[in-house]
């Protein structure tokens, strides 16, 4: 389904739950967040009506996120499920990787074709202090775990001057020996902190970098991409992605929209208005695609988090899922 700028959105994300085991600095405070009720949550009966509501729509790809998607009990058979819905032509999870070492194969086995990994450092100490208590160890374990069985990997680093910005080149380096995505993802003031601005490295500034070390060439987009340019360091089995959320939205190639884990549609991530589908999901499903629909057409043009009048609220993205 195409909405009103003429963009087809074929591309659910589903936060399946509001809770994480790490507290990443620029996610969400150290005390962490209200958590929501078990009623509250959507169960997984609901979220598969969502879902097979969306395929019909147009939907084609689902990647399902938290919190931490894997702390929640059934994930695997619902994972599973989602695969099977008719439509439905890739299942992709977003985790930080704690968990994954025991998972992975369980995860391939229940259709899951790829994973956003978010990893942020390859220090140990500053891995640490960006997620106020992980291990490092501990996810590349798991990202071992998930490569050897197949299972796509995309690294996702949010870059943050001062912190760990100076580990451009040695997260790049790595799509030389594994055939990885390694995506540089410009900071997002989701929290509001004080001189956010100073955190921001551009993507302009990220590809300067990249390219005063590297041969690149450009990669083209593919039919369920999402934001990131893509390139791929010659002759490198891996690629680079690079992610301009505020420096050059990327808003007019937007293909998705978002459900919460409690139930509220959102057509775009830096946008206060939501739809709550709990209501519709006891009613006729036609009524259900109604309002799916109108969360498609709602979409904006662009977001407005560059805008002082008009910035959206301070959130967690555990709220909403990443």
Not at 147 to 167: A, F, H, P, T, Y
Not at 221 to 241: D, E, H, M, Q, V
């Amino acid at each position: 389904m195409q909405d009103t700028f003429g963009r087809t959105i074929n591309y659910l994300r589903l936060s399946i739950t509001d809770r994480c085991n790490l507290r990443c600095s620029y996610c969400m405070p150290a005390e962490g967040v209200p958590l929501k009720t078990c009623g509250d949550i959507l169960r997984y009966e609901e979220f598969l009506r969502i879902v097979t509501t969306a395929a019909q729509l147009g939907i084609r790809k689902v990647r399902v996120t938290g919190g931490e998607p894997l702390v929640r009990k059934g994930v695997l058979d619902f994972l599973r499920r989602v695969a099977g819905t008719p439509g439905i032509a890739e299942v992709a999870l977003t985790t930080n990787g704690l968990l994954l070492a025991d998972q992975a194969q369980a995860l391939r086995d229940a259709g899951v074709r790829g994973l956003n990994v978010s990893l942020d450092s390859l220090r140990p100490e500053i891995f640490t202090r960006i997620t106020r208590g992980g291990s490092l160890a501990t996810v590349l374990k798991g990202l071992e775990a998930a490569e050897s069985v197949g299972l796509i990997i995309k690294l996702n680093m949010v870059v943050m001057r001062g912190i760990n910005d100076q580990e451009i080149l040695p997260f790049a380096t790595m799509s030389l020996d594994r055939p990885w995505s390694v995506r540089f993802i410009e900071y997002m003031p989701i929290m509001r902190e004080a001189n956010w601005q100073t955190k921001i490295v551009s993507g302009a500034e990220i590809l300067a970098q990249l390219s005063r070390h590297h041969d690149l060439e450009t990669l083209p987009r593919g039919s369920f991409c999402g934001p990131a340019r893509t390139y791929r360091i010659k002759n490198a089995p891996g690629t680079l992605g690079i992610i301009t959320p505020m420096s050059e939205h990327f808003c007019g190639s937007c293909n998705r929209i978002r459900v919460t884990a409690a139930g509220l549609a959102k057509s775009c991530l830096f946008n206060d208005g939501t739809v709550d589908l709990k209501p519709y999901l006891q009613r006729p499903e036609a009524e259900l695609e109604k309002v799916l629909r109108q969360v498609i057409s709602a979409k904006p043009a662009q977001h407005l988090m560059d805008s002082e009048q008009q910035q959206p609220a301070a959130f967690s993205m555990a709220s909403i899922g990443g």
